[in-house]
């Protein structure tokens, strides 16, 4: 039996790990699940699932959680904030780790799952980009096993030779493949006006609100590229982004030989998360099979970077390195909650992580404390940048 915490448990990425491991009863335990504010459908799942321990965001939620699970016959042990997901993270009765946290906040508790020498099931991004060197040495240092979860990096992981995870012999490019989201062919003088509903529309895969909006900016693609580069210790200018607007093929990994290996699949994100947690096993992820006859055309462009200044701004921070991506990380996070309240338009958060990027950095990219500076710092900025901003 594998015991499982999944932090972010409420989450899209959270939903989709609980519907696999619900497949396999025999195989997977829940040892502890997180939630911020849903009190709701973490208390659903604490009944469902029985973890033993389960970490709410607040004391309030925390209260109210427990005070369900009481009433309903269970002994749950509820806790809340980040200490305590740092300490869910890297309890030791857990084997694996989904690390399913939106944004910086996922940080500490994926962290403490490598430190403590997990299987790492990485999908919060943000946390590589943030502190790659830190957390790719930590995974080393700890041999934790850290396996990606998004769906580009797996296919990638996937299409690498075994013995061989890191890009070493004979690759000679990523291809990271992007749907280009719901705006890659709206007309750009008219991406001012749209809406968040609308930017949360995407047409091929259903997500959380902030991936979302970062498919629609495609600075979820330019977190990717960053991400990849820590993963696969790959260049800036060896790895390449094309729009695959099918979301079939996942990403691929070019060999110096002309070979191309590419991994194919539904846009259904349990094929990786199956894939992560019974790794190097296959088992039933409950996604249908890939019908190709079905899926019709497949076709492939270069992104337009004037469409989508966001993939650009982040391949400059990648190339400045230290810490630019997680300078570009925070502005951007800052951004898309200012736009998904409404307070600013779509266009307006390139601009604001272009300006934010412009500035001088606080920070370091050698410490953890000097990265949560830097993000600190960067979210003072964008935050000062918006109040001048008309709403
Ligand atoms: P989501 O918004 O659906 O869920 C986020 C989860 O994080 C929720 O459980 C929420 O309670 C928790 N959370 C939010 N803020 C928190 C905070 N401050 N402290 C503690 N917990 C907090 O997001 P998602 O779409 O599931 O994405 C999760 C992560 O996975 C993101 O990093 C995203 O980039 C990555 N990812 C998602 C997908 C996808 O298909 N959804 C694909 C690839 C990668
Ligand atoms: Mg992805």
């Avoid at 899209?12 to 609980?18: A, D, F």
């Avoid at 403590?116 to 930590?138: P, T």
């Avoid at 290996?261 to 088992?283: F, H, K, S, V």
């Amino acid at each position: 039996m594998h015991r499982v915490t999944i932090l972010g448990a409420t989450g899209s990425i959270g939903e989709s790990t609980l519907d696999v491991v619900r497949r396999h009863p025999g195989r997977y335990s829940v040892h502890a699940l997180s939630a911020h504010r849903q009190v709701d459908k973490l208390a659903a799942q604490c009944l469902e699932f029985r973890p033993e321990r389960a970490v709410m965001g607040s004391a309030e939620a925390a209260r109210e959680l427990e005070g369900r699970l009481r009433a309903a016959g269970l002994k749950t042990v509820v806790e809340w904030g980040e200490s305590a997901l740092e300490s869910i993270a890297a309890d030791g009765p857990t084997d694996a780790v989904m690390a399913a946290i939106v944004g910086a906040a996922g940080l500490r508790p994926s962290l403490a799952a490598a430190r403590a020498g997990k299987r790492v099931l990485l999908a919060n991004k943000e946390a590589l980009v943030m502190s790659g060197a830190i957390f790719m040495d930590a995974v080393r240092e700890h041999r934790a096993t850290l396996l990606p979860i998004d769906s580009e990096h797996n296919a990638i992981f996937q299409c690498l030779p075994a013995d061989d995870p890191r890009c070493q012999g004979g690759v000679s490019r990523v291809l990271l493949t992007a749907s280009g989201g719901p705006f890659r062919t709206r007309d750009p003088h008219t991406l001012h006006d749209v809406t968040p509903d609308q930017a949360c529309a995407h047409p091929n895969w259903s997500m959380g609100r902030k991936i979302s909006v970062d498919s629609a900016t495609m600075m979820n693609k330019g977190l990717e590229v960053i991400e990849a580069h820590w993963l696969f210790g790959a260049p800036a200018d060896r790895i390449e982004v094309l729009i695959h607007p099918q979301s079939i093929v996942h990403s691929m990994v070019a060999y110096t030989d002309g070979s191309v290996l590419a991994q194919l699949g539904n846009p259904d994100m349990r094929t990786p998360i199956a894939y992560g947690l019974a790794y190097p096993e296959r088992i039933d992820s409950g996604v249908a099979p890939l019908d190709l006859v079905k899926a019709g055309s497949l076709v492939f462009e270069h992104p337009d970077f004037e469409r989508f200044p966001c993939l650009a701004l982040a391949f400059d921070a990648l190339r400045a390195e230290g810490v630019a991506p997680a300078v570009l990380n925070a502005a951007n996070e800052v951004a898309v909650e200012a736009f998904l309240q409404g307070a600013i338009r779509f266009t307006d958060i390139a601009h604001v992580v272009a300006r934010v990027l412009e500035l001088p950095a606080e920070g370091d990219a050698a410490s953890l404390e000097g990265v949560l500076a830097a993000d600190a710092g960067a979210r003072r900025q964008a935050h000062k940048l918006l109040g001048a901003q008309p709403a």
